[in-house]
């Protein structure tokens, strides 16, 4: 068919006479009213974050190269992007971000991007909630600012509706015949790190949504992991900004890492024999474990061998160890033992406390310990403090020994704290800090803030719905006896085998405290060179474990 022009066609039409010519123009009028009415609606349904919010500097501006004090810094979200919903409405929440209402699956999810005429799309899968912890503007900071090393696709941190907070950061790896999968990253830029597999809530640009849809065939769980690979192949790269938080229906703390079950061992004879058999394998390579310090040897079958610090004769002494080595995992779980002890004795007297510091850091970056620091930091009210006291023999029998003292503030001499140290076996101390006030505690003012079906804690420990504990304080308030509100807003943080309460949004509270560059990396702050900053040398070069021999960025060369 002719398309360059026709008989029939308006342009080689005959003029017609001037009432048409009228009428045409009373048609254009009110088309071009019409697209008005309809862009001022569209207008109002824009993401509506307040101004004071959109004026706040933006993380990591220093590496994407935008001028935060410009009237222009980016350009407006509604002209760049477009939402895409998992389910017809808006979840109840203080910002709304969803124009138009689509429901899709992973197979739709490139159909319905054809329809977006906006250079980025935000997916949300299983969204439960909005806030401002959902900052849209900083996912469109680090996908525009970062767009020329090649980022596409920007993800965040969840908080599951069991209130655990994580991230998803892992690394894939296919060599000679083998996919590995690895938490963590090896490189971060304007306080996000680079990721394989990114969380499932993410902002993208819309020609790859389009151009590499899931594939449906494979099960849902191998999906992500596929468009990852491809992803990889088309040299496109994502990142996660643990900072912005999703509020996710999905259980977080229950993801748990695949293992292939073992079906070879079918009778108790067969089971009694492939321990007799790892038991000879263990005992096979423990010298040499003894002889090169190693807590884990993996084969390459992909088995491995993991012997206590006991069995390949290391004495963690982490305070003089960390100044040029790293500690083993051996060590680390020792030393989560220590908030092991205190979680036990502070659920069981509803004793409210919260990971700071170093801990909080290491929680973000590794869901560890800090491999080169020998002590925790917490906080906890000090009108708790005799509760704790009253459970010291207890404490001293799970290898933690207190001590109690009084700590006069520096900067305010009125200001005192309860201040608990403790320390345990390998060189390890916990500092407890007494506070008036927990800074998370859910008073009226700042439960009212947050939907009803996200989650709190009460005591410090309980999951319990904002809704529920909105109805006790105002059940409290009618009664005579008056009680304080005990629901506290904090997230649970994966350290180690442990999930200890920390602050609401843990990536955003350790990016306040630590600035732009807190997924790098620096000495102990007790041996930590200002004029000459990095690892100090280590005094048998070429060790393994020597800090000097890694890269002051990214948390797997330490896993």
């Known amino acids: 068919m002719d398309t360059k022009g026709s008989r029939e066609d308006p342009a080689f039409a005959t003029p017609p006479p001037e009432e048409k010519w009228n009428k045409i123009e009373e048609e254009v009028r009110e088309r071009e009213e019409e697209a008005g009415r309809r862009n001022q609606e569209d207008s109002q349904s824009i993401p509506a974050y307040a101004d004071d919010f959109l004026q706040k500097p933006l993380p990591g501006a220093a590496d994407l190269g935008i ?118 990253y090896d490189f971060s830029r304007a306080a996000c790190v680079f990721c394989d597999v990114t969380s499932s809530s993410f902002l993208a640009s819309t020609r790859v949504v389009r151009e590499l849809p899931f594939d449906l065939n494979l099960p ?51 089971r009694k024999q492939a321990r007799a ?4 394998v263990k005992r096979q390579y423990r010298k040499l474990a003894q002889k090169w310090e190693l807590n884990v040897v993996t084969f390459s079958n ?29 060590c680390l779980r020792a030393k989560n033992k220590m908030f092991n002890t205190i979680d036990i004795v502070a659920k069981e007297n509803h004793v409210p406390y919260e990971i700071s510091s170093g801990t909080l850091l290491g929680a973000v970056k590794f869901k560890d310990g800090i491999p080169w620091d020998f002590d925790d930091d917490a906080h906890y009210r000090n009108a708790d403090v005799e ?56 008073t009226p003012e700042a439960l009212a803030k947050f939907p009803d079906n996200l989650v709190c804690f009460e005591h410090g420990h309980v999951p319990m719905s904002i809704r529920m ?34 602050p609401w949004n843990p990536g955003k509270k350790a990016l306040h405290h630590y600035g732009d560059n807190l997924y790098r990396h ?38």
């Open 277 to 280: 058999q790892a038991w000879a």
């Open 469 to 502: 504990a909105k109805a006790l304080i105002q059940n409290q308030t009618l009664s005579t006896k008056h009680v304080s509100p005990s629901c506290y807003l904090i997230s649970m943080l994966r350290v180690g085998s442990n999930w200890l309460p920390g």
């Open 387 to 442: 509760k704790l006291r009253r459970n010291t023999q207890r404490m001293r029998r799970l290898g933690l020994s207190p001590r109690f003292s009084k700590q006069v503030g520096r900067a305010n001499a009125s200001i005192v704290s309860n201040y608990i140290t403790a320390s345990s076996l390998g060189g390890f101390s916990l500092d407890l800090w007494g506070v008036q006030t927990m800074p998370s505690l859910g």
């Open 522 to 559: 620096e000495a102990h702050w007790r041996w930590n060179n200002i004029e000459r900053p990095g690892w100090a040398p280590c005094p048998h070069p070429g060790h393994h474990s020597c800090l000097d021999l890694h890269p002051l960025d990214g948390s797997i060369p330490f896993l």
């Open 67 to 184: 001028d935060v004090e410009g009237s222009d810094t980016l350009p407006s979200l509604r002209s760049q992007v477009t939402v895409l919903l998992d389910g017809c409405g808006s979840p109840s929440g203080l910002v709304t971000l969803v124009t138009a209402c689509e429901k899709w699956r992973r197979g739709d999810l490139s159909a319905l991007a054809e329809s977006a005429t906006t250079p980025f799309v935000l997916v949300l899968d299983g969204v439960t909630g909005i806030t401002e912890d959902l900052d849209l503007l900083r996912l469109l900071s680090v996908a525009i600012g970062l767009r020329g090393l090649g980022v596409e696709v920007v993800g965040g941190a969840e908080r599951g509706r069991d209130g655990s907070w994580d991230y998803v950061c892992t690394k894939l790896t296919t060599r000679n015949y083998r996919l590995t999968l690895q938490d963590g």
């Open 302 to 330: 992909g088995t491995s061998v993991e012997y206590t610090c006991r069995e390949f004769h290391f004495d963690c002494n982490a305070y003089f160890k960390v100044r040029h080595y790293l500690l083993p995992p051996c």
């Open 220 to 270: 849902h769980r191998a999906q992500a992991i596929d468009w990852a690979l491809r992803l990889q192949r088309r040299g496109a790269l994502a990142m996660t900004c643990p900072d912005v938080m999703f509020h996710s229906g999905r259980t977080v703390r229950q993801r748990e890492i695949h293992r292939e079950v073992d079906r070879s061992c079918l009778t108790k004879e067969d």
